[in-house]
């Protein structure tokens, strides 16, 4: 049997950690689908690519209030797919063919195919070509992703449907789209249809869309989608069938009875599972959560010595920048096994490219009452900062909460232009144990550029200077 210094299971950010300090060690990495991942193939890079282009479409809804007249002339669907996928997949084939065939990965052996374990750091791979291949390592990195979760519904296997794997490979647009979920997919790529000239139809089981996020937020969200987009709340999607003509129908329940949805295509939209069932961890004593999730330490490791785990697999955040700063710890700890490091969670942010756009980093005001941290809270209205006019934007906002005793900014929440851009100076803030008070007095901030939006929401709280 082949023995390995280190396995890798995954090629997203675990392709990542191998380069020339592992030169000297016997490496195989195992991949089951696209080298890339998720992020490059799947995920968030086509997808932010599709927005930029829907916002660019969407332009012409709104100028008129600008005192300019614009006209959507068309979207050609073939010419955006391909543009994406034209840059998207030759990425793919060259990170494969550097780990097959660039000289500088002599030491290293891929593996297509899905791995399982079968004994105590013992892995069997089925390869692509039929074939099956038996080895063990004395460390594995678990970085195998996650995927769409497919809820029961009755007769959506036989009709046929979409989830992000595939819906940004349509061939041509449907008239009718419907999507089924609530969170931040969802949200995105009713975006991207809707900009496109698809009538989108949300069916979500929630009152309200993108419920995770702060409550304020998510109200608000969900008021500016319903003007929109075709927003089904509190339904649940009992039965889905696909006509002889090619028409879906589902059929959904909600409190005040049933109601039926005829669309053209169907996008399963309702969140993701971890792989680690795909892994066959027990053969190897891996502990795996209640949510499928791998159980790491500080350090990414497993309960099994020399068993490391990253992003989607483990990780509740299933964010790409999550899954590149645990690969960095990985590395470390790989290369450093007497001075390794941890994971720093504390402030993980993320965003929603929806229109409009939403970016959150620590807790919501509704997590900070249930934890009983005494805070403060404060909101900024786009509208009325000097920006916000030039953009006549009249539902953004900019929330920041900060602990009453200490200053210290614990939660920021926005929707509006540029949202991902405009929160990075809190996650900074909050990174460094800048308190919020100092961070609204003690810099410059540039007029009338859209950050005043947080600078005057910092200003709001009732702070006092530390000292």
């Known amino acids: 049997m082949t023995h390995y210094d280190l396995v890798i299971i995954g090629t997203g950010s675990g392709n990542t950690i191998v380069n020339r300090r592992f030169a000297g060690w016997k ?23 599709f927005v930029h282009a829907a916002d660019v479409a969407a332009t012409p809804s709104v100028s008129s209030r600008f005192g300019v007249d614009e006209e959507l002339l068309g979207v050609r669907w073939a010419d955006v797919r391909d543009r994406i996928f034209g840059r998207i997949d030759p990425i793919a084939a060259g990170g494969s063919e550097y780990r097959h065939h ?9 593996y297509d195919g899905t791995g399982r374990f079968t004994g105590d750091k013992e892995l069997t791979v089925d390869n692509q070509d039929g074939s099956t291949s038996v080895f063990s390592a004395d460390r594995f990195v678990l970085a195998s992703g996650s995927r769409p979760v497919i809820p029961p519904i ?29 969170g931040f997919v969802a949200a995105e790529f009713a975006h991207v249809f809707a900009s496109f000239g698809v009538d989108v139809t949300i069916i979500a089981r929630s009152k309200a869309l993108l419920r995770h996020e702060d409550a304020e937020l998510a109200a608000q969200y969900t008021e500016i989608a319903q003007q929109k987009y075709d927003v089904r709340l509190n339904r649940e999607t009992i039965r889905v069938t696909r006509h ?102 504390r402030f993980v942010p993320h965003a929603v490219f929806s229109s409009p756009q939403i970016a959150s980093v620590g807790l919501t005001e509704e997590q900070a009452k249930e934890r009983g941290i005494p805070y403060v809270a404060a909101v900024q209205r786009y509208a009325d900062i000097a920006y916000g006019w030039a953009m006549e934007d009249t539902t953004g906002f900019a929330k920041v909460i900060a602990d009453a005793n200490t200053g210290q900014l614990i939660g920021c929440h926005i929707i509006g232009p540029q949202a991902p851009t405009v929160i990075q100076p809190v996650i900074q803030a909050m990174s460094f144990g800048l308190d919020a008070y100092a961070m609204a007095r003690e810099q410059y901030w540039i007029h009338p550029a859209m950050p005043e939006v947080l600078e005057n929401a910092l200003l709001k709280l009732e702070l006092h200077p530390k000292g």
């Open 27 to 49: 490496v195989a990495i195992v991949e089951r689908g696209t080298f890339g991942g998720t992020c490059l193939n799947v995920g968030c890079i086509p997808t932010k690519m």
């Open 244 to 345: 002889d003509d090619g028409e879906i129908e589902l059929k959904m329940l909600h409190p005040d009875g049933a109601e039926e949805l005829i669309v053209d295509e169907l996008l399963v939209a309702v969140g993701r599972v971890p792989n680690s069932d795909l892994l066959n961890l027990d053969a190897t004593g891996v502990e795996v959560d209640g949510e499928g999730r791998i159980v790491v330490d500080k350090y990414q490791q497993t309960n099994v010595d020399g068993i490391y785990a990253l992003g989607d697999v483990t990780s509740p955040h299933q964010l790409k920048h999550v899954a590149n700063h645990e690969a960095r710890v990985v590395k470390h700890n790989l290369l450093n096994p007497d001075d390794r490091i941890a994971s720093d969670h």
């Open 154 to 182: 009755p007769g959506l296997e036989e009709t046929g449907y979409h989830t992000s794997n595939t819906i940004m490979r349509l061939e041509q647009l449907p008239a009718r789209l419907a999507i089924i979920g609530s």
């Open 102 to 110: 660039n000289p500088d990965n002599a030491n290293v052996t891929v």
